[in-house]
């Protein structure tokens, strides 16, 4: 299994600091960390750090400017570590 958790949050976020998503080798997962693509994303990473067990921080945001043309409201950022658990 790999573990997915939100480290850093700054502007609009989802989901807070220390939320939580597990992911399994088939690709099956729990918990939520964004939505929409940036959980797609951390999802497909999370099959890279469970084939070569190394752990990666990974970055999502947008700008204040572009925002509002992907349906968000103002921009922002989310830092996100996944680990090989089990």
């Known amino acids: 299994m790999a573990l997915a958790t939100i ?3 700054c502007g609009s ?3 807070p600091v220390g939320s939580h998503l597990i992911i399994d080798s088939d690709g099956n997962f729990e918990g939520s960390v964004s939505g929409g693509c940036v959980e ?3 999802v497909g990473e ?6 070569n067990g190394k752990p990666r ?3 999502f945001g947008v700008a204040d400017e572009t925002a509002w043309h992907v349906g968000l409201s103002c921009g922002g950022r989310i830092r996100v570590y996944v680990e090989k658990v089990a």
């Open 46 to 51: 999370a099959q890279d750090v469970l084939e």
């Open 7 to 9: 480290v850093e949050t």
């Open 13 to 15: 976020a989802p989901r």
């Open 40 to 42: 797609g994303a951390v």
């Open 57 to 59: 921080m990974l970055e």
